[in-house]
């Protein structure tokens, strides 16, 4: 698609419940990422892409998220058993990946927005 | 202590004015630096890379000591439209993960 693609693009949930956010890279794009922003907050990692592989997990907060990529294109985070700290903006970026300048740029896309009450 | 670090401001700065945003990062391998601007209630977008040498891009230029691990951007003649949240990226060696830092936020005022 012309750009990165994400839904929910608002989300409030029940603490306790799972919920499931998507993104649609650029397509050609194989680096994908996930970073999370709180309210007045920078940008926190959570997880990067490298086709379907993923080589740097470091920031998911706990084992109640995890992510996956199918077909080195769409991708889905989940986070389980939701808590009011995870209340966020959910940021998808993707990139061209290799050696080339395009691997330094991120696209974003415009977030999902996720509210644990 | 984070890795990239930023005056959070707010700047509040009137038209015309030239103003400048100072940056440090802790990892000494870090390899690319760059400028993102971030409208508020917005995703981020790339507003310019940061090169050894320093660069320019209109009104913007940006400059990287390595040395002191210090990046800045200076802001000339700023514009109404120039009020947002200018964030600080650095991305490690390696492969591509860009860690981000807070943010300096700018609001240009008539």
């Known amino acids: 698609g012309a750009g990165v693609s994400q839904s929910p693009s608002n989300k409030v949930t029940e603490k306790g419940k799972d919920v499931e956010l998507r993104c649609d890279p650029i397509s050609g794009h194989t680096a994908l990422y996930w970073y999370r922003q709180s309210l007045g907050q920078g940008l926190e990692f959570l997880i990067y892409?490298?086709?379907?592989?993923?080589?740097?997990k470091s920031g998911l907060p706990s084992d109640r998220f995890s992510a996956e990529r199918t077909g080195g294109s769409v991708s889905t985070l989940t986070i389980q058993r939701t808590q009011q700290e995870d209340s966020a903006v959910y940021l998808c970026?993707?990139?061209?990946?290799?050696?080339?300048?395009?691997?330094?740029?991120?696209?974003f896309g415009a977030g999902s927005r996720l509210t644990v009450l | 202590r984070k890795e990239v670090e930023q005056d959070p401001g707010p700047f509040n700065v009137p038209e015309g004015a030239t103003v400048a945003f100072n940056c440090t990062y802790s990892?000494?391998?870090?390899?690319?630096f760059f400028w993102y601007r971030q409208d508020c209630r917005k995703e981020p977008k790339l507003l310019m890379s940061?090169?050894?040498s320093g660069n320019e891009d209109g009104r913007f230029t940006a400059q990287l000591n390595r040395a002191s691990q210090y990046i800045s951007l200076l802001i000339r003649d700023s514009k109404l439209s120039d009020s947002a949240t200018y964030l600080c990226v650095v991305k490690r060696g390696g492969y591509n993960k860009l860690i981000f830092g807070a943010g300096t936020r700018l609001a240009v005022h008539p």
């Open positions: 892409f490298q086709g379907n592989s993923a080589p740097d």
């Open positions: 970026a993707s990139s061209a990946s290799g050696q080339t300048s395009g691997a330094n740029v991120l696209t």
């Open positions: 940061v090169y050894s």
């Open positions: 990892n000494s391998a870090s390899q690319s």
